[in-house]
């Protein structure tokens, strides 16, 4: 049985930084795609980057301040935040399916319990 453990979720001031970090027990994370999420209070979930063997996926309103990448030998996929925006506010959830890049919420099997992430002066 896969599962996903993230951490890393804290309460940060806008412009700030911060990482949030998915780790897969029992299989190494190389054979699947691995996607965060993100969902808000009162909205719905959406996919905020994506990963797969070679290419990656960024929700625009993330482009140049987010950066996802594998950790191999930590066997984690990380999210690396910064100039964090109010909006980037809720609960960050990893999830992963095996096999190449996909960013749609329904074609991911595992999911994660989430981290909270709060942007708030």
């Known amino acids: 049985q896969v599962q996903l453990v993230e951490s890393g979720g804290d309460l940060v001031q806008p412009g700030g930084s911060l990482t949030v970090s998915c780790a897969m027990s029992?299989?190494?994370?190389?054979?699947?795609?691995i996607g965060w999420f993100r969902q808000a209070p009162g909205k719905e979930r959406e996919a905020v980057s994506c990963?797969?063997?070679?290419?990656?996926y960024y929700l625009d309103s993330v482009k140049g301040r987010f950066t996802i990448s594998r950790d191999n030998a930590k066997n984690t996929v990380d999210l690396q935040m910064k100039s964090l925006k109010p909006e980037d506010t809720g609960v960050y959830y990893c999830?992963?399916?095996?096999?190449?890049?996909?960013?749609?919420?329904?074609?991911?099997?595992?999911w994660g319990q989430g981290t909270q992430v709060t942007v708030s002066s």
């Open positions: 990963i797969g063997i070679a290419s990656t």
């Open positions: 999830a992963a399916v095996r096999g190449t890049l996909a960013c749609e919420e329904y074609r991911y099997d595992y």
């Open positions: 029992k299989y190494t994370l190389d054979n699947f795609a």
